[in-house]
């Protein structure tokens, strides 16, 4: 199917129930991004920095950029003036930076906390004590450049469907918890960002309303790589 038909069967399935779709354009030409932007998709996903960059110069301003990929501190500056979303906030280090570069924007920039649920190594983000640490860290109450808009979280890459399910109710839990306990009087708190490809219907299932999905829209042939010097993966 095309891009375009992909975008439009997903709307159909997502917007009814409040699922907010994020296209994940990574590696993609900015000519797909267009198709899918032409038939109606606003948010986008990009994990390097450069090729955030770029493609937000070449299309239009009104798509919102989530950065979904591990950030490092030295690039949050490039991304500062117009990312709309920064999904993969893991330290505080990295929100002073973000809030330092968001006061330089007179801006505010939405962020989202990830949570550590999955059984592997290679993936990013706090655990449960760690979230909470950060929390009530003083340094972090005195930021006043960044919004914690909620959580977001990368299940195990497995094919068993329980180990799954388990993390992403886990991670539905905590946001439950976070909610009544830091967040109750603010209603901006209300992003539970978890949900690719292989596994975005167990997420909906488990209280997912923000769902990253890049070969369901796109397919999974690479058609370009962007040659750049991110160490972002």
Known sequence: ?????????LQKELQPIGVTLVAVSKTKPVEDIQEAYDAGQRVFGENMVQEMMEKYESLPKDISWHLIGHLQTNKVKFIAPFVSLIESVD?????KEIDKHGGKH????DCLLQVYI????????????ELIELL?????????????????????NTD?????KDEFYELKMLFDGIKASFYRQEDSFSIL?????????????NGSNMVRLGSTIFGKRVIKHYKNKDAEH
Not at 149 to 156: E, H
Not at 193 to 205: C, N, P, V
């Open 1 to 9: 199917m095309s891009i375009t038909t992909n975008i439009e069967t």
């Open 106 to 109: 007179n801006r505010v920039i």
């Open 118 to 129: 999955a059984d592997e190594d290679t993936k990013f983000g706090l655990d449960h004590a």
């Open 91 to 95: 330290s505080i280090k990295l929100l």
């Open 160 to 164: 068993n469907e329980k180990v799954i």
């Open 193 to 205: 960002s978890m949900g690719m490809s292989s596994d975005y219907q167990l997420a909906i299932e």
């Open 136 to 156: 009530r860290d003083d340094e972090f109450t005195a930021l006043k450049h960044v919004r914690i808009r909620g959580l977001m979280g990368i299940a195990t």
